[in-house]
């Protein structure tokens, strides 16, 4: 099956729901925390009368202290990225996460996974979205935290679901501004699909407004996981669902230490010093510990990681070596 036609697989899991409702997301001012509202790429605070000025349809939900501090982390990311040979053509976005060709596609074959396994999830947690066969009712209102490139979000969109997509990052390539690349003639994902500036540690977002955040592949960049899910936890509605997938997830952190001491080895050999404190990986039971501390209930899924993965981790449990990370889906349900 072609990467494309897997796509529509998948996403048929979700189609298009009907548009309900035209004011979308509820925004707080950055700076001053008062209600605020969005007008094309800025956003205005009547609070103070304060305007913040976005660009390329990106709203500035990023304090400017903030914007600089970050500024040494997403250049030697961003030097990273395009070292390891992430990215490509327009049609190589529109086909993620079903990558059959590239250096990376064993890394997309996990995501690929991962990425049915949420989809299924979100099904079984929302049965009114689905009623008779044909998809009806409701569209979800949707929080990707750490977005990247872009490519759940788009998905998401595509499928008639209102989504807001944040990140630090407004890279053509590797962040916000990727998101350009995906759309085709006669679609217009955009009409559902806003994106922002902003940290997962610090939200600028009023409370109980969405029924689905995802964390996809990103979690694991955050400075402060714990203040993470907390915003996590604070903007979604009762009931609903924040999926963390794709973070690579160790039993004991001295695995995931020895995993971040060898990556940043090798990036000190392209040039690139340590340029931000994020944790690097996940410590299950503290995670599950840290997320029931903030309210939520939790299920774990495990995605199948492939033979050669198993093998591998067989291999080190003989040798002592460290592990391979696990890659599986967190499904945490606000109560």
């Given at each position: 099956?072609?990467?494309?036609?897997?796509?529509?697989?998948a996403?048929?899991?979700?189609?298009?729901?009907?548009?309900?409702?035209?004011?979308?997301?509820?925004?707080?001012?950055?700076?001053?925390?008062?209600?605020?509202f969005?007008?094309?790429s800025d956003?205005?605070?009547?609070?103070?009368?304060?305007?913040?000025?976005?660009?390329?349809?990106?709203?500035?939900?990023?304090r400017?202290?903030?914007?600089?501090?970050?500024?040494?982390?997403?250049?030697?990311?961003?030097?990273?990225?395009?070292?390891?040979?992430?990215?490509?053509?327009?049609?190589?976005?529109r086909?993620?996460?079903?990558?059959?060709?590239?250096?990376?596609?064993?890394?997309?074959?996990?995501?690929?996974?991962?990425?049915?396994?949420?989809?299924?999830?979100?099904?079984?947690?929302?049965?009114?979205?689905?009623?008779?066969?044909?998809?009806?009712?409701?569209?979800?209102?949707?929080?990707?935290?750490?977005?990247?490139?872009?490519?759940?979000?788009?998905?998401?969109?595509?499928?008639?679901?209102y989504?807001?997509?944040?990140?630090?990052?407004?890279?053509?390539?590797?962040?916000?501004?990727?998101?350009?690349?995906?759309?085709?003639?006669?679609?217009?994902?955009g009409?559902?699909?806003?994106?922002?500036?902003?940290?997962?540690?610090e939200?600028?977002?009023?409370?109980?407004?969405?029924?689905?955040?995802?964390?996809?592949?990103?979690?694991?960049?955050?400075?402060?996981p714990?203040?993470?899910?907390?915003?996590?936890?604070?903007?979604?509605?009762?009931?609903?669902?924040?999926?963390?997938?794709?973070?690579?997830?160790?039993?004991?952190?001295?695995?995931?230490?020895?995993?971040?001491?060898?990556?940043?080895?090798?990036?000190?050999?392209?040039?690139?010093?340590?340029?931000?404190?994020?944790?690097?990986?996940?410590?299950?039971?503290?995670?599950?510990?840290?997320?029931?501390?903030?309210?939520?209930?939790?299920?774990?899924?495990?995605?199948?990681?492939?033979?050669?993965?198993?093998?591998?981790?067989?291999?080190?449990?003989?040798?002592?070596?460290?592990?391979?990370?696990?890659?599986?889906?967190?499904?945490?349900?606000?109560?």
């Open positions: 099956m072609s990467p494309r036609s897997d796509a529509a697989t996403v048929s899991m979700l189609p298009p729901a009907r548009e309900s409702g035209s004011d979308r997301f509820r925004y707080l001012c950055p700076e001053c925390g008062a209600g605020a969005s007008a094309g956003l205005l605070c009547p609070a103070e009368g304060r305007r913040l000025s976005g660009a390329g349809g990106v709203l500035p939900l990023l400017a202290e903030r914007v600089a501090a970050l500024a040494p982390f997403l250049d030697a990311y961003r030097r990273v990225r395009r070292i390891e040979g992430w990215g490509g053509a327009a049609d190589y976005y086909s993620l996460p079903f990558v059959s060709e590239g250096n990376h596609r064993a890394v997309w074959k996990l995501r690929a996974r991962s990425f049915r396994r949420a989809l299924r999830a979100i099904a079984a947690r929302f049965p009114d979205v689905k009623q008779a066969d044909e998809w009806d009712k409701i569209a979800l209102r949707i929080l990707e935290i750490g977005a990247g490139c872009g490519w759940f979000s788009w998905r998401m969109a595509r499928a008639g679901h989504v807001l997509a944040t990140d630090i990052s407004l890279d053509e390539e590797d962040g916000l501004g990727a998101t350009s690349r995906y759309a085709l003639p006669g679609e217009a994902p009409e559902r699909l806003l994106r922002a500036r902003a940290e997962m540690e939200l600028p977002l009023e409370d109980a407004q969405f029924d689905l955040v995802v964390a996809n592949g990103s979690l694991h960049y955050a400075k402060e714990t203040r993470a899910v907390a915003e996590a936890h604070r903007v979604l509605r009762s009931g609903g669902l924040f999926l963390v997938l794709d973070s690579p997830v160790y039993d004991e952190p001295e695995s995931g230490n020895e995993m971040v001491r060898r990556r940043r080895e090798r990036h000190r050999t392209f040039g690139i010093g340590d340029a931000g404190s994020t944790a690097g990986f996940l410590v299950e039971r503290d995670f599950l510990s840290l997320s029931a501390g903030v309210g939520f209930a939790f299920e774990i899924l495990r995605p199948f990681e492939g033979f050669s993965r198993l093998l591998r981790r067989a291999s080190c449990g003989v040798r002592g070596t460290t592990p391979p990370a696990r890659f599986p889906l967190f499904v945490l349900e606000k109560r």
